[in-house]
């Protein structure tokens, strides 16, 4: 099962391929999270992208290309993977297909207000990763993480600003990688528009038909 999850920011690709990733297995590897990782533990990778996060920009095609080579060559992957947030422009998207081909690109979608509302209101966990709403998918006890205890966090990228510019710049760069999957026949399209308890279903239940 070799995927690619696409879409905007905070449609819920993260809280999707967590789900499929429990339920079938398979590793879910989120560029986004490894950034996030190593900016947290200082290395030099996480010094180099730290900016372009921060201010919602993309991750240079070379840095980001050579990180999901690396991920996806350890043995983990040899069953599939879930790649989610990448490939975000047409080159990512070629690049890939030298090293990965996926089977299918599921593609998320959902309105303008909804993904405004879901990242305002998101928290995550920064010790074990788990995504919460504070109103659609709240934690147990307000603010604390149901799995691992610790206090949820914001994320630096979930300010008005930053997520203007990164909507923006989804409109720019994905028509083309749309495009790229459909003409090769394998775009898998998700109206996200619903709960995610309804979305999930319908995804696991695509899956089953294609595999
Ligand atoms: P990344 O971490 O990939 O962010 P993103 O694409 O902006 O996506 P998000 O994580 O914001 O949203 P999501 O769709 O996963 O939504 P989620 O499940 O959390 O990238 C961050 C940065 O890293 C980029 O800006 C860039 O700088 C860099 N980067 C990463 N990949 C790169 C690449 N390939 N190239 C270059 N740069 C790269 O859900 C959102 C919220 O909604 C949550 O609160 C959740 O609980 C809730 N929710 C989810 N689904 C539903 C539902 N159906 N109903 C109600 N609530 C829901
Ligand atoms: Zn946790």
Redesign the pocket.
């Known amino acids: 099962m070799k995927l690619v999850f696409i879409?905007?920011?905070?449609?819920?690709?993260?809280?999707?391929a967590k789900a499929v990733s429990e339920k079938f297995g398979i590793p879910h590897i989120?560029?986004?999270?490894i950034?996030?990782e190593e900016i947290k533990k200082g290395s030099e990778l996480g010094k180099r992208?730290k900016e372009?996060?921060d201010k919602?920009?993309?991750?240079p095609?070379d840095i980001?290309i050579e990180v999901v080579k690396q991920r996806l060559s350890m043995d983990d992957c040899r069953k599939g993977f879930i790649l989610?947030?990448?490939?975000?422009?047409l080159q990512?998207a070629e690049a890939l297909e030298q090293f990965a081909s996926p089977e299918w690109a599921f593609l998320?979608q959902a309105r303008d207000e909804t993904i405004l509302e879901?990242?305002g209101?998101?928290?995550v966990c920064p010790k074990c990763g788990a995504?919460?709403?504070i109103k659609?998918?709240p934690p147990k006890v307000p603010g604390i993480c149901d799995k691992c205890g610790t206090p949820l966090i914001q994320?630096k990228?979930d300010t008005p600003e930053v997520i203007m510019e990164?909507l923006k710049i989804y409109r720019e760069q994905f028509t083309p990688i749309i495009l790229f999957y459909k003409e090769r026949g394998r775009l898998v399209e998700i109206d996200?528009n619903?709960?995610?308890d309804?979305?999930v279903p319908v995804v696991i239940e695509r899956l089953r038909k294609l595999y």
Request: overall charge positive.
């Open positions: 879409g905007p920011p905070g449609v819920g690709k993260g809280t999707y989120s560029t986004g999270d950034f996030r992208v372009f996060l919602g920009l993309l991750v095609d980001v989610d947030g990448f490939p975000r422009t990512q998320f879901r990242l209101g998101r928290r995504i919460y709403h659609y998918m994320r990228d990164r996200a619903e709960q995610a309804k979305v």
